[in-house]
Nanobody
C-alpha cells in the first residue's frame, strides 16, 4: 500500500527555518520522481519543488529559489524540504507527492496532475 506521511510543519517567525519530512511506504523514493506542493487558503495548489528519480538536482518555483532545498535519504525512504529565510507568503499546507513521470519535466513538473500519490499535508505558518 502506497503511503506518504509529511511532518515538520510548525509556526515560525519570518526569517526562521523549518525542515519538512515525507516518509513513504509501498515504494522507494530512490526510484521515484518526487515533488513538494503547497496550498494556501483560497488559492490553488502550487508546485514548490521537484527532484527526479536517481538524481540530486532540484527544481524550484521562482519564489523559493535560493531559500528552499529539496533532498532525499534513500536509506530512510524519505524526502525532505529545507526551508530557510521563511516569509509570511510561505504560509500554507505543504504536501509531498509522487510523480507519474520519470523526471521533472520543465514546464510541467509543477502541475498537480503530474502526481499520482499524495500525503495528507503538514501546516507551515510564518508570522511577520
Amino acid at each position: 500500500q502506497v503511503q506518504l506521511v509529511e511532518s515538520g510543519g510548525d509556526s515560525v517567525q519570518a526569517g526562521g527555518s523549518l525542515r519538512l519530512s515525507c516518509t513513504v511506504s509501498g515504494f522507494r523514493v530512490a526510484d521515484s520522481t518526487m515533488g513538494w506542493f503547497r496550498q494556501a487558503p483560497g488559492k490553488e495548489r502550487e508546485g514548490v519543488s521537484c527532484i527526479s528519480r536517481w538524481g540530486a538536482t532540484g527544481y524550484y518555483t521562482d519564489s523559493v529559489k535560493g531559500r528552499f532545498t529539496i533532498s532525499r535519504d534513500n536509506s530512510k525512504n524519505s524526502l525532505y524540504l529545507q526551508m530557510n529565510n521563511l516569509e509570511p507568503e510561505d504560509t500554507a499546507m505543504y504536501y509531498c507527492a509522487r510523480s507519474r513521470s520519470g523526471i521533472c519535466y520543465a514546464g510541467s513538473w509543477s502541475s498537480a496532475t503530474q502526481y499520482a500519490d499524495w500525503g495528507q499535508g503538514t501546516q507551515v505558518t510564518v508570522s511577520s
